[in-house]
Structure formats: C-alpha cells, structure tokens
C-alpha cells in the first residue's frame, strides 16, 4: 500500500551545519508530497509542498524536490539554525488518503 | 483569521472513564480530519470527515472511539472506557476543500495531550 518512511532520528547539529533528512515514499499515481514542522509545544504546521514530479517546494530556506525515479522527497538546508528546532514530518497525499512518516526531531546547538 | 483550535490542551483521567476532545477548524473549512501521535510514533490517521458525506471512519481503532461532526463545523471526538494505551496526542486538522484534491494543505490544531492513569 502507500506509504512515507523518512529518516530515523534524533538529529544534532552545530548551528550553519548542511541539513539532509531523507523522504521516500511509495504511492500508485501521482501523489503530493508535504514536508510538515512541528515546533515544540506547537501543532504542525506546512513548511513546503510539491505537487508534481520535479517540482521543487521551498521555504524558510529549507528545498525538497519531488523525485520520481527515486521516489524521494528529501529535505534539505544549507545552514541551520538553532529556530530550526523542530519535528519534520514527511507526508504524501493520494488524493484518496493522507499518510505521515513518524517524524525526525531535529535539534540545533549554537 | 483564527486557525483550528482544540479543547482541553491537556487532560488526564482515570482508566474507565469516558473523554470528549473538541475540535474547532477554520470557518470556512470543508474537510476535517482526527489524528492520533503516540510518542515515537507518525500521525495515525483516525476519522474523515467532508462537508455532509459520511465520515470516512476507517483509522477508528476500536469500537470505543467514535466522533462526529455538527453542523459541518465543530467536531468530538469521544474516547469511552478509556484504557491505558489510548494515553497520546490527539491532533485535528481542516482544509478547505476534501483530500481528493491532493494538494490540499491541511492545517493542524496544536493538540489535546491525553493521559490515562
């Protein structure tokens, strides 16, 4: 069936520390793909989306890009900082159901 | 205008006791969705619910949880004879339209923490 695995956490980085939490997902169609943070002591709440193979989502600085032949929606930063704080969440849409990976915490140190 | 809001933040009971968690979506907003996030865990989906079709009750995982809608806006959720494992966050999103439309955003309440003792 579909479904989202993301990348184990937890992750620590140095603050300006590169950033890669890896999304893959397996879906029959043409899914959307989510990236979702949850701040602590927040709910979650959409970073970036994209809806169609090579379609690049992006904000706050933070890029994923919808990979088809990979089936991959990694996202990534090139320099963190310590508001980066958070739970990332993966998700996929079918158009018929929604689906989330378990979530990678990542914490930022100055 | 006010995002989704959920009611209690917090709320411990005794094993055996009947909960309600109330979710308000934005105004507005067509589609509904309850979530459940166990420590560790991804979101586990629960129920659906889109303007006046019958809710997607697929993600209930017992005959104990159950939840409905009124009016197209507010919903409980009504976790009964509470049991230990139930102890979780439990999430409510909205969006404006159904989740056939893929690339729907949803948006997400901050969460009733549940904690049975």
């Known amino acids: 069936g579909d479904s989202v695995t993301q990348m184990e956490g937890p992750v620590t980085l140095s603050e300006e520390a590169c950033l890669t939490i890896n999304c893959t997902y397996t879906a029959t169609g043409y899914p959307s793909l989510f990236w979702y943070v949850q701040y602590p002591g927040e709910g979650l709440q959409l970073l970036l989306k994209?809806?169609?193979?090579?379609d690049k989502g992006s904000n706050k600085g933070f890029e994923a890009t919808y990979r088809k032949e990979t089936t991959s929606f990694h996202l990534e930063k090139g320099s963190v900082q310590v508001s980066d704080s958070a739970v990332y969440f993966c998700a996929l849409s079918t158009g018929n159901q929604f689906y989330f990976g378990t979530g990678t915490s990542l914490t930022v140190i100055p | 205008g006010a995002g989704v809001s959920q009611s209690p933040s917090n709320k411990v009971t005794e094993k055996g006791k009947d909960v309600e968690l109330r979710c308000d979506p934005i105004?507005?907003?067509?589609?509904l969705y309850w979530y459940r996030q166990s420590l560790g865990q991804g979101l586990e989906f629960l129920i659906y619910?889109?303007?006046?079709?019958?809710?997607?009750k697929s993600g209930l995982p017992s005959d104990r949880f159950s939840a409905e809608r009124t009016g197209g806006s507010v919903s409980t959720l009504t976790i009964q004879r509470t049991q230990q494992e139930d102890s979780a966050v439990y999430l409510c999103a909205s969006s404006l339209r159904g989740r056939e439309l893929s690339w729907n955003e949803q948006f997400f309440g901050p969460g009733t923490r549940l904690t049975v003792l």
């Open positions: 619910f889109q303007g006046n079709s019958a809710p997607d």
């Open positions: 994209a809806t169609k193979a090579d």
């Open positions: 105004s507005g907003h067509t589609a």
